[in-house]
């Protein structure tokens, strides 16, 4: 007897026809069609311990490639253990499709003791993210269809599909091999817009491009517009290698200290592309006090954002910055004492801050050459080191949950960025405070054997809300404890452990970890640094 398609296989070969061939999963008792259509169509399904890891591996994928990532979760506490990630993935606009059962049409909202149920699963998303609950496969289809075109022309971000039970187990009924939508391309500002914004770039001598992840889909427009003007580019955290960092005009992650935000104030003409400029970047809720501004944005509700903008540009943010290029006469004049001043003056700032951490970075650069990319977290060795004191070489290679400024990020979001296969080596460096909140995920690259140097620096604890606590007169509590042994979690787990005590035994550790078939925990206490 022949198997009908189920609405199931319809959703995933929708999802195929638009070039996903890997899925984030994890299986429970509802969702099992799922993967029985995931093994149909021939998808690659990778798995975790939890699901808040599986979205982080999943939006860390997503930002690699560049391309959908999809999560599959069972109901209740399966997609309510993902929500965490999908507000990362919000809080960066990376494309994110989640995917979950909910009650059968028969008890929705009835509130009957059925298993996982929530009083409205679907509200409790639909309060996050853009949300449907099908109710046939051609709602399905058509939310996806839909998703995709917005996702072409507009700002990304994550989305949520329900699939009622009844309704995923049922027999499909939309062909997911028809046509394909065009998918739509953004337009361009109008000419008069481009004209008076390339204007005012032409006689500012003070000039800073601001680049943002919004950036990311074409770095080298903000390359080619930054060297049209001679003006240095000053970048997000995550839109941090935008521009290769150890590029002449590259002022790194910068937004974030006073000095870097003291020279966006000196500049005459500032070009932000991508970003909102947020205090979670900016580190400041204070006015930046910005002179000429010219806004790029995808988002029309982004081009006044936190900064007013008298040249609006709405539009994707390549095309944008090359048709302001291609307006900008060759050998325009900057001031340069002026831009000779403003690397020393960021340099202070940063070892001041984050100076533990730099020859560590250093020895990071020297062991990896080759794409590498550096999966952080909420945490001092993230923000204090690798934001700072590591080069990234190109875009999407310092992976960082800004904005959100959750913890536990960096070992799955390492993961998915292994899995992607874009990268010669993928690390992930964070504190003990961050490690701890996803620690399971290390026996998920271990079982995947993936090639994965985890460096975990510790300090004791919750060591930036200690400083807050202490700044504020609070007696230091909740923030202090043992790390545990490193070395010996990491072997229990399948991979490989070890602790050092000094910068050469760190670089061995690296060199080894760097050809070991699986994780390495490279535990470094920095008491005793």
Known sequence: MTRSATVAEAVLRRLKAFGVDTVFGIPGTHNLELFRAADLVGMQVITAHHEQGLGFAADAYARVTGRPAVLLTTTGPGITNATTALAT????SVPVMAIAPGPPETIHRLNVGWLHELPSQIDHLATLLP??????????VDFIDHTMTRWAVGRQGPVYLELPLDVLESDADVDPAKLLPDLPVAELPAVEAVAAAAGALSRSRRTVVVAGRGTASDPAAVQLLAERLG??????????GIIDERHELSLGV???????????CEAECVVVAGSDLGSSE???????????????????????????SEYPLLGDSGPCLRALSARISEG????????????????????????PYAAFHQIISETFSGITIIAGDSSQATYFGTAYFWPAAGANRFLYPAGYGTLGYALPGAIGASVAEVADHVLAVTGEGGLMFSIQEFATAARMNLCIPVVVFSNGGFNEIREGMVARGIPPMAVEFSPPDFVQLARGFGGEGVE?????????????????DGPTLIHVPLGKF
């Open 282 to 308: 900016t580190w400041t809720s204070e006015p930046l006090g910005l002179k000429t501004v010219i806004r790029i944005d995808i988002d029309e509700r982004q081009l006044q954002k936190n900064a007013s």
């Open 231 to 240: 003006a240095p580019v000053i970048t997000t955290a995550n839109a941090k």
């Open 131 to 140: 949300s449907c609950r099908a109710g046939s496969g051609k709602e399905a």
């Open 332 to 355: 325009l004049e900057q001031d340069e004492r002026w831009l000779a001043s403003l690397r020393p003056r960021l340099r202070e700032q940063i070892v001041a801050e984050g100076g």
């Open 89 to 92: 993935s919000l809080a960066a």
């Open 500 to 516: 050092v005590d000094s910068l050469e035994a760190f670089r061995e550790a690296l060199q080894k970890a760097s050809i070991f």
């Open 254 to 264: 910068a937004l974030r200290l006073a000095a870097g935000r003291d020279i966006l």
